[in-house]
C-alpha cells in the first residue's frame, strides 16, 4: 500500500463545503485512493474511490492531481451528519482471488462540522 | 441490497472465556477479511478469507482465529480471552475479483471482556 498523509484535524462550518486533503506521493501507477469515513461507534464508511480522474458520486467529489501525489475529498455542503473522522488510503490492487491485503488507515482526518 | 452483517453486536464475557462472531457479507462477495479497532491501536487487520481460503494474516497471537464456509459467510473464534482483548471487531466483505476492489465494512461487533 502506498503511505498517505492526512492533516489530524480540520473544522468546516455547516453548509460549507469541506475540502479534505490527502498526499500519497508514492503511490503507484496502478493503486486506486480510496475514501473511507467513520462515524464513532459504527464501521467505517466507503465513500469514493478514484484512479487517474476526478470522481462524482451522491456522497462526494474526488480531485485526483495530474501527478497522482495527492487528491481532495469534497463535501460540497457539509451537515452536522458529516463530522467524523476521514480515511484516505491507497491498497494495493487485487487480483482476482487475490488477497486484499492489510489496509492500512492510518490515523485519517477528524473532521468537525459546527452549526 | 443489504450491507455487511455482523452479529452479536455487543456482547460482554468474562476473561478466560471464548467468543465466536459471525460476518454476513454482502451478496456476492467473496472475500472477507477481519479487523480490530481499539482507541490505541487503530484499525488492525486480523485475517482475509477468499473461497473458504486464509489467504493473509496479521500479526495476532493463535488465540485468534476464523474461517469461512461454502456460502461465504465468516466467523472469527477468540478463545481465553484476556482484558486488552476488548475491543470492536470489523468485517469487510468485497468481490475479490478486480483491481478496483471496493471494500464495504459492518458496523462491528463490539466486546467487552471483564
Known amino acids: 500500500d502506498a503511505k498517505t498523509t492526512q492533516p489530524p484535524s480540520m473544522d468546516c462550518a455547516e453548509g460549507r463545503a469541506a475540502n479534505l486533503p490527502c498526499n500519497h506521493s508514492?503511490?503507484?501507477?496502478?493503486?486506486?485512493v480510496y475514501w473511507y469515513r467513520q462515524i464513532h461507534s459504527q464501521g467505517p464508511q466507503y465513500i469514493i474511490h478514484?484512479?487517474?480522474n476526478n470522481e462524482t458520486n451522491e456522497m462526494a467529489s474526488l480531485i485526483i492531481t495530474e501527478d497522482r501525489k495527492s487528491s481532495t475529498l469534497i463535501l460540497p455542503h457539509a451537515t452536522l451528519r458529516d463530522t467524523a473522522v476521514y480515511y484516505c488510503?491507497?491498497?494495493?490492487?487485487?487480483?482476482?482471488?487475490?488477497?486484499?491485503?492489510?489496509?492500512?488507515f492510518g490515523k485519517g482526518t477528524k473532521l468537525s462540522v459546527k452549526p | 441490497k443489504a450491507g455487511v452483517t455482523q452479529t452479536p453486536r455487543y456482547l460482554i464475557k468474562t476473561r478466560g472465556q471464548q467468543v465466536t462472531l459471525s460476518c454476513s457479507p454482502i451478496?456476492?462477495?467473496?472475500?472477507v477479511s477481519w479487523y480490530q479497532q481499539t482507541p490505541g491501536q487503530g484499525l488492525q487487520f486480523l485475517f482475509e478469507?477468499?473461497?473458504?481460503?486464509?489467504?493473509n494474516k496479521g500479526n495476532f497471537p493463535g488465540r485468534f482465529s476464523g474461517r469461512q464456509f461454502s456460502n461465504s459467510r465468516s466467523e472469527m473464534n477468540v478463545s481465553t480471552l484476556e482484558l486488552g482483548d476488548s475491543a470492536l471487531f470489523l468485517c469487510?466483505?468485497?468481490?475479490?475479483?478486480?483491481?478496483?476492489?471496493?471494500?464495504?465494512f459492518g458496523e462491528g461487533s463490539w466486546l467487552t471482556v471483564v
Open positions: 478514484g484512479l487517474k
Open positions: 508514492t503511490i503507484s501507477g496502478n493503486e486506486y
Open positions: 478469507y477468499f473461497s473458504e481460503t486464509q489467504r
Open positions: 469487510a466483505s468485497s468481490r475479490g475479483t478486480e483491481a478496483a476492489n471496493t471494500i464495504y
Open positions: 451478496s456476492g462477495h467473496r472475500s
Open positions: 488510503i491507497a491498497p494495493k490492487p487485487m487480483n482476482y482471488g487475490g488477497s486484499q491485503g492489510n489496509l492500512i
